[in-house]
């Protein structure tokens, strides 16, 4: 029965052409890196990403807080598809699917974001010393500073240590494409 199916796929599939009779094919989909894409509120360098968290923090500006790191549209349109080992072509994903991975990031990126204000916001302080946990990594549209962990020191000397996600490199504009707020 399988094979009777098959076949009356395939047979289905037939089209009629001027110069005889061809196979109907659907071609893979392909996404190409835009030459130039910008990212919203990015910041020029690793440094200046910081320096607008710390100040965030003393702020206790949650806002501020998350327009540091990547949009909806940025995620699902540039980072998920361009999320490929370098060389490879671009990653697809339905709607769905980008939506998905996108609510899972936001929402740990949410939570992470409540609880760096908690325990950090208020404070003056800077970044003493950052330290990229699982180094940096290529990818086909992106490069990242995979999880950063900060240390941080105040006004009165003491010192505390912020892990948070990755950071990416898009043509020279920094972002974080997460929090996690790990400590």
Known sequence: MLALMVAAVVMTARVSAKDGDALASTTP??????AHFKLVDAAP??????????????????????????????????????SAKPGQPARIYDDESSKFYWDMLNTNSIYAARGI?????????HVTEKTYLKGQEAYAWYEAYKNV???????????AELSLG??????????????LGRN
């Open 29 to 34: 989909a392909t996404l190409e890196r835009p």
């Open 45 to 82: 360098s690793v440094d200046a990403l910081l320096h607008r968290l710390v100040d965030a923090l003393e702020k206790k500006d949650l806002q501020a807080l998350h327009r540091l790191r990547v949009t909806e549209n940025e995620y699902r349109t540039f980072f998920l598809p361009g």
């Open 117 to 125: 204000i908690a325990r950090y916001g208020g404070r003056k302080c």
């Open 149 to 159: 962990e900060l240390r941080l020191e105040d006004e009165e000397g003491h010192q």
């Open 166 to 179: 990755s950071i990416a490199n898009v043509d020279g504009q920094f972002k974080f494409i997460s929090l």
